[in-house]
T-cell receptor, first 112, second 119 residues
């Protein structure tokens, strides 16, 4: 069985400061892991994905995530937040590459 | 990336009526489409998976007679909420998977969602 826990429902940062969105997963197999972003009234957009290649994954818009098997974590980071990063972020796991299990989401708030 | 559209973006209906939501892949052929439901401040929950030309596979707890899914072509899937009730009010999101032989193969592309409100 696969599951995802996003440890924070809300994260608030100031523009220009680092972003850390935490995600822990549970999987019976070697999982694929994803981060999606959802802006208001927009579809989900894939930020990045891990599929058993390099453990440090670089995504779009300056985001990256590191797969740590020993910690069963896949935290999302960005060195410097921008106002346009304010959105909801979902960590997603897949055991079979097809069925996606979503975390509950983390709302990122960016203040000027 | 590929584009998936949904129509309508929002709909309000009376209790007891049926509502149809369309999901289209605009620039690729979607061999598989997925329907999700998202309650306020909650995660996306997979409702069903449909492959073109075959019956949908529903997740446990999802009533297949209430949520009718049709995937008649490689670019269109529809979700019909039959005899809708207020508890069916939710945000419905579809995704489509591109089965082609290129960079985005097997990646799911998500539509913008449909907000359903049942009065």
């Amino acid at each position: 069985a696969q599951s995802v826990t996003q440890l924070d429902s809300h994260v608030s940062v100031s523009e220009g400061t680092p972003v850390l969105l935490r995600c822990n997963y549970s999987s019976s197999y070697s999982p694929s892991l994803f981060w999606y972003v959802q802006h208001p009234n927009k579809g989900l957009q894939l930020l990045l994905k891990y599929t058993s290649a390099a453990t440090l994954v670089k995504g779009i818009n300056g985001f990256e995530a590191e797969f740590k098997k020993s910690e069963t974590s896949f935290h999302l980071t960005k060195p410097s937040a921008h106002m346009s990063d304010a959105a909801e972020y979902f960590c997603v796991v897949s055991d079979d590459g097809s069925t996606l299990t979503f975390g509950k989401g983390t709302m990122l708030l960016v203040s000027p | 990336g590929a584009v998936v559209s949904q129509h309508p973006s929002w709909v309000i209906c009376k209790s007891g009526t049926s509502v149809k939501i369309e999901c289209r892949s605009l620039d690729f052929q979607a061999t598989t489409m997925f329907w999700y439901r998202q309650f306020p401040k909650q995660s996306l929950m997979l409702m069903a998976t449909s492959n073109e030309g075959s019956k949908a596979t529903y997740e446990q707890g999802v009533e297949k007679d209430k949520f009718l899914i049709n995937h008649a072509s490689l670019t269109l899937s529809t979700l019909t909420v039959t005899s809708a009730h207020p508890e069916d009010s939710s945000f419905y999101i579809c995704s489509a998977r591109d089965g082609g032989q290129h960079l985005f193969r097997n990646e799911q592309f998500f539509g913008p969602g449909t907000r359903l409100t049942v009065l």
